[in-house]
């Protein structure tokens, strides 16, 4: 295997080792002395065993001198090197991108959430449940209230065990109308939870609510009272209470709210309303400001002060007030009523007109604002537009006998005898307290020769009359009392009963707690009691529609009675405020802004 040369036995040349390396593939034969090999074994011994260094990383490929030569260690050698490690290689899990689509989704950036969406479900197959989460809740804000109840129970499949999911469906349940199958919904999520959650019971409270269960629903809201106290609780429970006409329980309520809110605008002003409505005005006006100071363009509460000024003929306030409402809602069909009741009690007459108009093209149904039309034509003796806006209003509201009155005065005047008559009877049977409905009656049979029925009608008159002073302690309008007194004169009636009571004639804030009240009630969301029809506000005067009387001519004798000529009517004031929830556009008349302003 050795062989050595003739040089070698000279002694002048180092022996040459020939090594031959044996491969499967193929062989080569090396040739290095002696010195080179032992050399590379050391320098290769060394790198194994030294350390690391900044001056050589251990990502680098060692290397060794050969023969004065640089040589790179092949990478299949025995020295054993560490590599920099690599970027970790991107799972493709289920919930990879949910952390960018809640974030975009928080943002409202509902586009791109979608789009997000669309492509985890298409790399899941839409098996990614948070994906699909965030779909439904994207859909039901467009109004998809099916489409997002499916989405939610496919998430309820894929994670049977979540509550949130339950509570989603039942939401959407309650959204679509089927508010049985959402209390069951919410109740099979009751029984997963493991501690009470106050929402949870809230939404069981307003489901049974609009089932007319008030009793369960009063108990679940109570219960979300005691886990949590939150506005939108005790609003609820202040509606079923109002809606089981426990007006003094839903006082308490919103009292007990504003303890816990006290800087709460809307609290405030329900409460006010409602204390106007039994007619304790001093702590409504103290709510109400309190509702101004922390919102002054408060509409709802500018509108029920300005009501309060004009039910007490303060006009000029009452104008000023509806000025700065008007800024915000325009196009309010009940601030135009108001406005223009309130120039009908300046006398300006045309002004009034002019509102009413306006805000009857805006609410054409309203027939509070179709009454007022025909009190204020009434006034200008424009007998046939009134009867046109009175016949308007009497098929909207048959059920008031005030609007039958004044239908009956108009038609008087238009020598229409036989249908006033049953006007003035429809009107009778309809509104059984109003003692003014009476004496109108009276007089148009006394002017008709009816003295019977004439008599019969004062002496009803002078029931309603004691009854009224009774239940109110206070006593009727000194005009009514005036010509009830005439009337009873020329039948021969004693008139001692219709002499005034005391020296007030209109009621007092503090005696009208018993009286038939009513509010600027804010119209009602789907969810909310309906107002009580019943429930009216008469400006001038605090009865409600008690404002058309028919007086007689202080002049006639009792001798001269088959010689009575037709009587004039004079029409007192009588406004009727409904504020409804909503913005309706201010007319830029010149005669109209120079009358606000004035």
């Not at 050399?39 to 065993?49: L, V």
């Not at 426990?246 to 308490?252: C, H, K």
């Not at 204020?376 to 424009?382: I, N």
Request: net charge negative; proline share 6%; hydrophobic share 35%.
């Amino acid at each position: 295997m050795y062989k050595l040369g003739e040089q070698q036995q000279a002694g002048t040349i180092q022996p040459i080792l020939c090594v031959m390396n044996c491969s499967k593939k193929t062989d080569t034969v090396e040739i290095r002395s002696n010195n080179s090999v032992a050399s590379f074994k050391e320098d290769t011994a060394t790198m194994a065993e030294a350390p690391s260094s900044p001056m050589n990383p251990v990502a680098e490929t060692p290397e060794s001198h050969v023969n004065g030569m640089t040589a790179t260690v092949p990478p299949g050698s025995a020295i054993k090197t560490k590599s920099r490690p690599r970027k970790a290689p991107e799972l493709q899990t289920v919930e990879r991108r949910n952390w960018l689509i809640h974030l975009h989704y928080v943002r409202k950036e509902f586009d791109v959430c979608k789009q997000l969406i669309r492509e985890q479900l298409e790399e899941t197959r839409g098996m990614c449940e948070y994906a699909n989460y965030v779909q439904g809740l994207i859909l039901r804000q467009e109004g998809k209230i099916q489409e997002s109840f499916e989405l939610f129970q496919l998430c309820n499949i894929l994670n049977p065990s979540s509550v949130e999911n339950i509570k989603q469906m039942a939401r959407a349940l309650f959204l679509l109308g089927k508010h049985r199958l959402a209390v069951e919904a919410y109740l099979q999520a009751e029984m997963k939870l493991d501690k009470p959650d106050w929402e949870l019971h809230h939404n069981l409270g307003v489901c049974y609510m609009h089932l007319k269960d008030h009793e369960g629903a009063r108990e679940q809201l109570l219960y979300a009272l005691e886990q949590n106290k939150h506005q939108q609780t005790f609003a609820s429970l202040a509606k079923i209470y109002l809606l089981e006409n426990d007006i003094p329980s839903a006082i308490n309520t919103y009292r007990a709210a504003i303890e816990y809110f006290p800087e709460n605008a809307e609290l405030h002003t329900t409460l006010g309303l409602l204390y106007m409505q039994i007619g304790k005005y001093q702590p409504a006006f103290e709510h109400l400001g309190t509702t101004l100071t922390f919102d002054p363009t408060n509409t709802r509460a500018i509108l029920a002060a300005g009501s309060m000024m004009q039910s007490h003929q303060d006009f000029d306030v009452a104008l000023t007030k509806y000025r700065v409402a008007a800024q915000s809602i325009p196009e309010s069909p009940p601030l135009w009523n108001n406005i223009a009741m309130c120039f009908f009690g300046k006398k300006k007459y045309v002004a009034a007109i002019s509102c009413l108009k306006r805000a009857n093209y805006l609410a054409p149904f309203d027939w509070k604002i179709l009454y007022n039309l025909g009190l204020v034509h009434l006034t200008m003796q424009q007998y046939t537009s009134a009867f046109h806006f009175l016949s308007a209003a009497v098929n909207l509201r048959p059920t008031k006998g005030h609007i039958f009155m004044l239908l009956a005065i108009a038609l008087t005047y238009l020598d229409d005898e036989e249908n006033a008559r049953q006007a003035y009877e429809q009107a009778v049977t309809l509104e059984a307290r109003d003692p003014s409905v009476c004496l109108n009656y009276a007089i148009f049979l006394k002017n008709h020769d009816d003295k019977e029925g004439a008599l019969r009608m004062i002496n009803e008159f002078e029931v309603r009359m004691v009854k009224f002073r009774q239940s109110t302690g206070a006593d009727l309008d000194t005009e009514v009392i005036e010509n009830g007194a005439k009337l009873a004169m020329l039948l021969g009636v004693d008139g001692s009963a219709f002499h005034k009571k005391s020296s007030h004639t209109r009621l007092r804030a503090d005696d009208e707690a018993n009286q038939e009240p009513a509010k600027p009630v804010n119209e009602p969301p789907s969810n909310s009691p309906p107002p009580n029809e019943d429930e009216e506000i008469s400006a001038n005067n605090n009865l409600p529609g008690a404002g058309i009387i028919l007086p007689l001519d202080h002049s006639i004798d009792p001798a001269e009675t088959e010689n009575l000529d037709k009587m004039e009517s004079e029409l007192a004031v009588t406004t009727h405020m409904h504020f409804k929830d909503e913005e309706p556009v201010m007319p830029s008349g010149d005669s109209l802004e120079k009358d606000l302003n004035n």
